[in-house]
């Protein structure tokens, strides 16, 4: 308890799966937390819970590709708690595509939500942490910003781009102490990854790539995460952390 005391934290997709699981550790941890999402009904549950628990948490309607909100998510941040030390860019969404059958539609909007909310949302807090004296930024990349995947191209590209955006960007600003890490979730059993784990469907790939002898819950990543958050990885920036039973050990 205590690892992120003082700290105040901003969480996209925080509403369900790993984005709900990082704002209840972050706030168990002592984090002030802002927790975002467009599934509001999903997103004020999570908040009424977590508060019930004695934690400090804001739940805000947020699209991550409109810069107008994340401007109003990092001025509500600031204005109630003085500071943003943490960001953590969450939110994201599937597409299972092949190139060939993919519309190109569906790609921009992969590419909105995955990378542009990102890369925006780094945009306007950076200049936050530059106040603070320093910052940590996390990515939930994939381990599909790793390896190839079939059929996921979109998401996948998307998630390569993330992960070495987060390289380039911890080297610029790295001197003014402000740590940005991806981190590599694989298989993690969400409510996004849920319809693909029926039998028949994708779980003997998933089953034959992972290692370990289960998939990962959401809280597996959010310890990972709650570790380059806090102080005790300070002496990182532009590492991947990889969370994925031993998939890309092969």
């Known amino acids: 308890?205590?690892?992120?005391?003082?700290?105040?934290?901003?969480?996209?997709?925080?509403?369900?799966?790993?984005?709900?699981?990082?704002?209840?550790?972050?706030?168990?941890e002592g984090a002030k937390v802002i927790a975002t999402d467009v599934q509001i009904e999903a997103l004020n549950n999570l908040v009424k819970e977590i508060k019930e628990?004695?934690?400090?948490?804001?739940?805000?309607?947020?699209?991550?590709?409109?810069?107008?909100?994340?401007?109003a998510v990092i001025a509500e941040a600031v204005k109630a708690y003085g500071k943003v030390d943490v960001l953590v860019n969450n939110a994201g969404i599937s597409s299972?595509?092949?190139?060939?059958?993919?519309?190109?539609?569906?790609?921009?909007?992969?590419?909105?939500?995955?990378?542009?909310?990102?890369?925006?949302?780094?945009?306007?807090?950076?200049?936050?942490?530059?106040?603070?004296?320093?910052?940590?930024?996390?990515?939930?990349?994939s381990i599909g910003g790793i390896v190839g995947m079939a059929g996921t191209s979109p998401y996948t590209a998307a998630k390569g781009a993330l992960r070495v955006l987060s390289k380039s960007a911890a080297v610029e600003y790295g001197?003014?102490?402000?740590?940005?890490?991806?981190?590599?979730?694989?298989?993690?059993?969400?409510?996004?990854?849920?319809?693909?784990?029926?039998?028949?469907?994708?779980?003997?790939?998933?089953?034959?790539?992972?290692?370990?002898?289960?998939?990962?819950?959401?809280e597996d990543v959010a310890y990972g995460v709650v570790f380059l958050a806090s102080d005790e990885s300070r002496f990182m920036t532009g590492a991947e952390l990889v969370i994925d039973g031993g998939w890309t050990a092969i």
């Open 1 to 28: 308890m205590g690892r992120l005391n003082g700290k105040v934290a901003i969480i996209t997709g925080a509403a369900m799966g790993m984005g709900a699981s990082e704002a209840r550790l972050f706030a168990q």
């Open 53 to 71: 628990n004695g934690g400090d948490i804001i739940g805000l309607s947020h699209n991550v590709t409109s810069e107008d909100e994340w401007k």
């Open 96 to 141: 299972p595509k092949t190139i060939a059958n993919m519309e190109m539609d569906e790609w921009n909007k992969v590419m909105d939500i995955n990378l542009n909310g990102c890369i925006i949302g780094m945009k306007y807090v950076i200049p936050e942490m530059q106040k603070a004296g320093g910052g940590s930024i996390v990515n939930i990349s």
């Open 175 to 218: 001197k003014e102490n402000i740590r940005v890490n991806s981190v590599h979730p694989g298989i993690i059993v969400t409510p996004m990854t849920a319809p693909t784990m029926e039998e028949g469907g994708a779980l003997p790939f998933y089953k034959t790539y992972t290692q370990l002898p289960y998939f990962g819950a959401p």
